[in-house]
């Protein structure tokens, strides 16, 4: 493939822009990452006339790939023609938070934002609001934004700012345990219970890899957050409307928390964030209660009305139905190529979402293995090879993912995310034949 183009404005951008892009993991391939000139269904072509099939597709925010369902699309349109922003509350917002209220189990409320990272920062505030407490637990691993709480780095309360630019100081109210351990859940809580306001976990760690809860995981946090007068924050910004439908990881995993954090596919493809929970908790936020949090694009009329008609459109076709097959048919066939020349790697994913993590331990034996992508269960051969923590993803063999294997992919024409820690998304704009072509790249490249 020739990148000429890509590589010209890649040297512009350096110029005007640090590491020449706007967000750091677009840079993560080297020696530079290719610029998309346009999408195409489940397909982008690059700057240089390159066709991929898209497995990335905007890091989670998009359901139908990069052509719009016609009601969408004349939603947006009509949004826009009427005039970009007022100021003053439009009737989308309302019909867009009625829509998730009956969708999803734990939400009566939403307040709409503009980034999953001010989502959770928000979260962050009303529940350490509404307990009087300051400090949250996070998991080591999972991935909350760009925010100061959940920027750390260590374990329990030994952590520390894992970026510079943050004080020390912001860290002290931070608790870090290891996902799926629950006896550091418990620990943390025997320690510091008293003034723990928060937990904030993705039900399925979606940034470290993808990580699925073992059997009983989140129903202990649960219950420590119930004993210890704690509230349970499910971020489902990649997991929500993706994994589980419509009602999200958290109708799927049975467990309802106090908060969500929402944002990509709530929006339609447009920036977006979003906090949902109990009236007795949202009506702490201002001008309900004193909790502060405003914004001047927050419940944007274009990105309401891309994300009310993208769910409607969602609830009244087989989108979920078509996502959630074509992502099964996916991993199993990811599942036979790793068993075949790769069984020390290991194939995880759930409905539309998959990866293959580059761990280092094989089993004795695939008879038996979760064919559609890791579950944790614990009869599976592979249940103690799994990874299960930010940590065990961290220790694979994350190098050789980004500095050859996601070459090979690419060359081949299939684009993955761009380092072993971001997901990659399966969206109704998907073929059968695409599965085919990237299975046969993968098979290639491994």
């Known amino acids: 493939m020739n990148h000429d183009r890509s590589r010209d404005l890649y040297d512009r951008a350096l110029s005007v822009m640090p590491g020449g892009v706007n967000s750091a993991v677009r840079a993560a391939v080297e020696p530079y990452p290719f610029f998309v000139e346009r999408g195409d269904g489940g397909?982008?072509?690059?700057?240089?006339?390159?066709?991929?099939?898209?497995?990335?597709?905007?890091?989670?925010?998009?359901?139908?790939?990069?052509?719009?369902?016609?009601?969408?699309?004349?939603?947006?349109?009509?949004?826009?023609?009427?005039?970009?922003?007022?100021?003053?509350?439009?009737?989308?917002?309302?019909?867009?938070?009625?829509?998730?209220?009956?969708?999803?189990?734990?939400?009566?409320?939403?307040?709409?934002?503009?980034?999953?990272?001010?989502?959770?920062?928000?979260?962050?505030?009303?529940?350490?609001?509404?307990?009087?407490?300051?400090?949250?637990?996070?998991?080591?691993?999972?991935?909350?934004?760009?925010?100061?709480?959940?920027?750390?780095?260590?374990?329990?309360?030994?952590?520390?700012?894992?970026?510079?630019?943050?004080?020390?100081?912001?860290?002290?109210?931070?608790?870090?345990?290891?996902?799926?351990?629950?006896?550091?859940?418990?620990?943390?809580?025997?320690d510091h219970g008293d003034d723990i306001a928060a937990v904030l976990v993705e039900p399925v760690l979606a940034n470290v890899g993808i990580v699925h809860p073992v059997d009983g995981y989140h129903e202990t946090l649960r219950d420590l957050c119930d004993d210890h007068g704690s509230l349970l924050v499910f971020d489902e910004v990649i997991t929500g409307f993706r994994v589980g439908g419509l009602g999200c990881a958290q109708s799927e995993f049975g467990v309802e928390p106090d908060l969500t954090t929402f944002g990509k596919l709530i929006g339609g493809g447009f920036p977006v964030g979003a906090i949902g929970g109990p009236a007795r908790?949202?009506?702490?936020?201002?001008?309900?209660?004193?909790?502060?949090?405003?914004?001047?694009?927050?419940?944007?009329?274009?990105?309401?009305?891309?994300?009310?008609?993208?769910?409607?459109?969602?609830?009244?076709?087989?989108?979920?139905?078509?996502?959630?097959?074509?992502?099964?048919?996916?991993?199993?066939?990811?599942?036979?190529?790793?068993?075949?020349q790769a069984p020390e790697y290991t194939v995880a994913g759930t409905d539309g979402m998959f990866k293959v993590l580059f761990s280092r331990d094989a089993p004795d034996s695939f008879d038996g293995h979760c064919e559609g992508g890791c579950h944790q269960r614990s009869s599976c051969p592979r249940f103690d090879h799994c990874p299960k923590t930010g940590g065990d993803v961290k220790a694979g063999q994350t190098d050789r993912w980004r500095r050859v294997f996601w070459e090979k992919t690419k060359e081949r024409g299939v684009f993955l995310s761009q380092n072993q820690f971001e997901a990659q998304f399966v969206t109704y704009a998907h073929t059968a034949e695409d599965v085919e072509e990237t299975l046969e790249a993968y098979k290639e490249a491994l």
Request: glycine share 10%; net charge negative; with cysteine.
């Open 281 to 340: 908790l949202m009506e702490g936020f201002t001008p309900a209660g004193d909790v502060f949090q405003a914004g001047t694009f927050s419940g944007h009329p274009v990105t309401m009305a891309a994300g009310l008609e993208s769910l409607r459109y969602a609830a009244e076709h087989d989108v979920h139905d078509h996502i959630h097959d074509l992502g099964g048919t996916l991993r199993e066939g990811l599942a036979d190529i790793v068993a075949d």
């Open 43 to 190: 397909h982008v072509v690059d700057a240089d006339g390159n066709r991929y099939v898209d497995w990335v597709m905007g890091l989670g925010p998009l359901l139908y790939g990069h052509d719009l369902p016609q009601p969408v699309e004349s939603a947006v349109q009509s949004r826009v023609s009427e005039g970009p922003m007022f100021g003053a509350p439009t009737e989308v917002e309302v019909e867009h938070a009625e829509f998730v209220a009956r969708h999803v189990p734990s939400v009566e409320m939403l307040r709409c934002v503009n980034s999953g990272t001010e989502a959770t920062v928000s979260a962050c505030r009303l529940a350490r609001a509404a307990t009087g407490r300051d400090k949250v637990v996070v998991m080591q691993g999972g991935y909350h934004g760009a925010q100061e709480t959940t920027l750390v780095e260590g374990e329990f309360d030994h952590v520390e700012p894992s970026s510079p630019g943050i004080p020390a100081s912001f860290a002290e109210h931070t608790l870090a345990v290891p996902f799926n351990d629950e006896a550091a859940a418990h620990a943390v809580f025997e």
